[in-house]
């Protein structure tokens, strides 16, 4: 599932539902404890079914501590895979409001120095402009007395 996608509303309230969970299975109550000492008693009932059917054979007793402790086994490993997929999920919701933030910024950053670069290049053109026409006046002062020179080169000469 791609979280390119989602909004940042989706993936806030997502990263709360998750953190909610999160604080109420790391609480400091019994809960994880119990259910740990559950998927414990359920491994010791699939041992003690095991046994039994070594030393008693096959009975239906036997069976139903294999089986209900399977079950109690089978229970804890979905729970515990489900908390690891729960805080991976948490950790990529984190890194992508993360990556957002950074480019989001990154993208502020290059609009102000685009702006910037649009003051500085009026102010550059400005500048241009401005020395463009000095040197015109420049040029055209030359002009005016090589115009000069060139008629008084011309009448000193007749």
């Known amino acids: 599932m791609s979280m390119n996608n989602w909004t940042d509303e989706e993936l806030t309230s997502t990263l709360k539902k998750l953190e909610a969970w999160r604080i109420q299975y790391r609480g400091t109550g019994w809960g994880p404890r119990l259910w740990l000492i559950t998927a414990l008693l359920g491994a010791f009932a ?3 079914g095991v046994a039994f059917m070594f ?5 239906a007793l036997s069976l139903i501590l ?4 399977s079950i109690t ?3 804890w490993y979905q729970s515990e895979k489900r908390k690891k997929v729960n ?4 950790e990529d ?3 992508e ?4 933030k950074r480019q989001k910024a990154k993208s502020e950053k290059e609009a102000r120095k685009k702006g910037e670069g649009k003051k500085t290049s009026d102010k550059k053109q400005a500048v241009q402009k401005a020395s463009d026409n000095k040197e015109e006046e420049v040029t055209k002062a030359d002009d005016v007395s090589d115009n000069k020179e060139i008629k008084a ?6």
């Open 93 to 95: 919701i984190t890194k």
């Open 66 to 69: 294999i089986l209900l402790g």
């Open 153 to 158: 080169d011309a009448s000193g000469k007749e």
């Open 46 to 48: 699939i041992s003690t």
């Open 87 to 90: 805080i991976t999920y948490i």
């Open 97 to 100: 409001l993360k990556r957002r």
């Open 55 to 59: 030393l008693d054979g096959v009975t």
């Open 73 to 75: 086994c089978f229970s």
